[in-house]
């Protein structure tokens, strides 16, 4: 087989908008690992069947020290990059934090997600239609909720979220490294500031430990402000678009509390919107499906295509709410898993429990096939979505 290229590179198909990359299905089929046409030439893999990519982030042999810290505009990484740290040292910081992570703790913020996500809509409403409701609510909304979690005031939410956008963007000349010091800067600053004057928020909470420097504290804010952004915005997008074209009755689906959670867990499995999965650097030559992987060379797992497993999952090409699904692997898996899983899914709940609720009548004002689209090499998702009610 020849070397496949990476998320994001031109030529890979889809079968429909909401389906997975093609190329990497038989990947996934074969239950082996397939060689990377990486840009730099580094050897890589894509792993792709759920087995193997569950067991694998499982394996402490796999590091996530392939994750290096963004570099800042002096060529520096971010100190403390918790993304990229493993083993103790990971453990320690992560301890720092599951407290605020648990679903008990979800469960006691969806009263601000859910005052968060109304001011949103009824700001979109005011708005008139039609109305481009990626811009206008699945961006914001989220970015709302994060920034509230952490302790962000007003003012700097939108000087993040113009740098979020810059990077999660597909413009190859954008200023990436400018917009991870901006965000840097101000979160160093709001840390400092957070220290002298604490708060009712995780960021406040984070830095009364003694092991957290304002350095750590912004570290921390910065990966959180990243992860609990773009990724829930683009479900957001894809999950309105999946509804308005495939899925009737949605109102009725989030309305109601036992029909709620099965919702969001299908989309959650689902929706290919984490294009790139998540990388993963072996310490030492490791076998998997027949095949050698070498120290060094980089895994991709693609989670999306794991997700979609026949061998795994009853009529996995479908979105079926309605079945007992086994756990998927949208959120990772292993000591890596996501932080705030729980807080994900709570906020997703009450994100589509109230825009449908307050828009019954929602309905694309385009055709489907003109709703523009982004395939990066981090995410996939709408980049408009005009509607009207």
């Known amino acids: 087989m020849a070397n496949l290229p990476v998320p994001g590179a031109e030529g890979l198909k889809r079968r429909c908008p909401f389906g997975v990359i093609e190329d990497y299905e038989r990947v996934r089929d074969t ?4 060689p990377l046409d990486t840009p730099s030439g580094r050897p890589a893999w894509l792993l792709a069947s759920f087995e193997e990519v569950k067991s694998m982030l499982a ?9 290096e810290p963004p570099p800042l505009d002096g060529g520096e990484g971010i100190p403390g990059w918790f993304f990229g740290l493993d083993g103790e040292e990971h453990a320690r910081y992560r301890r720092l ?3 605020q992570f648990t679903m008990r703790a979800a469960r006691k913020a969806a009263p601000r997600i859910r005052a968060i996500v109304v001011e949103q809509l009824e700001r979109m409403r005011r708005g008139g239609a039609p109305a481009d409701l990626f811009e206008a609510f699945a961006w914001p909304a989220p970015a709302r909720v994060v920034c509230d979690l952490i302790g962000v005031p007003p003012q700097l939410e939108a000087l993040l979220s113009e740098q979020i956008e810059v990077i999660d963007g597909d413009d190859l000349g954008a200023d990436r490294l400018g917009a991870m010091q901006a965000m840097w800067d101000a979160l160093v600053g709001l840390a400092a500031r957070k220290r002298e004057d604490p708060g009712d928020d995780l960021l406040s909470e984070l830095l009364t430990a003694k092991e957290a420097t304002d350095e750590v504290g912004a570290s921390f804010a910065l990966a959180l402000r990243m992860a609990g952004h773009a990724p829930v915005s683009h479900i957001v997008g894809m999950g309105v678009l999946y509804y308005l074209t495939e899925g009737p009755d949605a109102a009725d689906r989030f309305g109601d509390p036992d029909r709620r ?9 689902f929706l290919p919107t984490n294009n790139l999965g998540v990388l993963r650097l072996p310490t030492e030559d490791v076998a998997i499906g027949g095949r050698t992987v070498g120290a060094g060379q980089p895994v991709v797992a693609a989670l999306p295509v794991a997700n979609r497993d026949p061998a795994r999952f009853e009529d996995a090409e479908s979105h079926r709410p309605d079945l007992e699904r086994h756990s998927h692997l949208a959120f990772g898996y292993g000591p890596h898993q996501c932080l705030g899983h729980n807080l994900a899914r709570v906020e997703l709940g009450v994100i589509f429990e109230e825009l449908f609720g307050r828009f019954p009548g929602l309905r694309l004002a385009v055709p489907e096939h003109e709703v ?6 981090g995410s996939y998702g709408v980049t408009a979505l005009p509607v009207e009610w």
């Open 97 to 99: 934090l599951t407290g």
């Open 59 to 67: 394996d402490p042999r796999f590091v996530s020290a392939v994750n």
């Open 31 to 34: 239950a082996a690992p397939a």
């Open 261 to 269: 959670d099965a919702e969001v867990e299908e989309l959650l499995r």
């Open 372 to 377: 523009p689209m982004q395939d990066t090499a």
